[in-house]
């Protein structure tokens, strides 16, 4: 299965005219790197501005806007690419897939995006933008687990009637408790995706 | 089975000697009810003190002082009061007590909880103090919850081996990001309890 990439993507202007990287790749870059940089320092999404990540990045405020049309753009390159690219899945064992999405969630980049989303969340609840930029950044990741579980419907590793989006919730929700709050200190970090996936594939019932 | 109380009451001197409600026992609550107003307010709990609490219940800081030896236990009780009475669990079918158990998370109380805990949260990772807070307000209700499972692993209603610290973090963990950051708004809220805990039960296996 060939490896899936993001949607947006944070070097737009790609013309590999010569050796190396593209003076505009490494704009971007260093563009979104700059709120990347701003947010783990704790700073609010909210009270980032467009000038201040210029600063940082050693831009123009033109040479941003050029690139992205508003804040709510650049914010969803930024954490997208804080989170990493898409897993690469095997494509044939529903567990295994499963347990590579579940421990892509807990890998160190996803901590730190853990910690800055826990930052972040406060704002989740006043400012309808930031919700638009969490939904577009996780939609992908989702999409991705939902194909996997319609493909374990269809094969009969899963059962014919499973609710997708509960089981997403039941992967996701644990996972993100774990990251954010570490909520259950009692369940341990050492193979958690494994134990996580058996758990909820098994059920609890005798 | 009898409804179980907090552990940390409220209301410390409860000497009824005439009719209605004690002076003491109003006096505590008007202490509790100002820390929930300020918390609800969004202001952060590092951010509360003992005098801004105080001036909003009307009495002096010994007062406070007499009643709690410091800011934490009082933090303690006030999350405490804000998540509302232990749920009254039937003692009958395991099914029927996780319900209740999850259902009671979800009520409105708990809804403004979760919001003004999605505001606490970043002090979660700053604020140790909101750590331990958090901690002692958790532990009664993961108590109940794991007597749920030991008893049905008992009654042979949930297998033998059941991971119970795991089963903990499948039932928390997606009630917490329902509650939290509303994580899959295609999961409907009504009967969200009965699905969830069905859900887990049953597991995903074909």
Sequence with gaps: MES???SADVAPDQDRKGPGRPRSARVDEAIVEAVFDLLSAGQSADAISIEAVAAKA???KATIYRRWPNKEALLIDAVTAMKGPL????????RDDLITLIAAMRNKRMTDYGKVTACLM????RNPE???VHQA?????????????RRGIESGELRADLDIEMMLLCL???????NMLRWNPNVPDEHFAEHLV???????HA
């Design 4 to 6: 899936m990439t993001l």
């Design 58 to 60: 050693g831009v123009g």
């Design 87 to 94: 897993p690469e899945l095997q494509g044939e064992s529903v």
């Design 122 to 125: 406060p704002e989740l609840y």
């Design 130 to 132: 930031m919700t638009r």
């Design 137 to 149: 950044v996780s939609e992908p990741r989702r999409e991705l687990m939902r194909s996997v579980l």
């Design 172 to 178: 996701s929700g644990p996972t993100i408790a774990q």
């Design 198 to 204: 058996d758990f909820v594939l098994r059920g609890a």
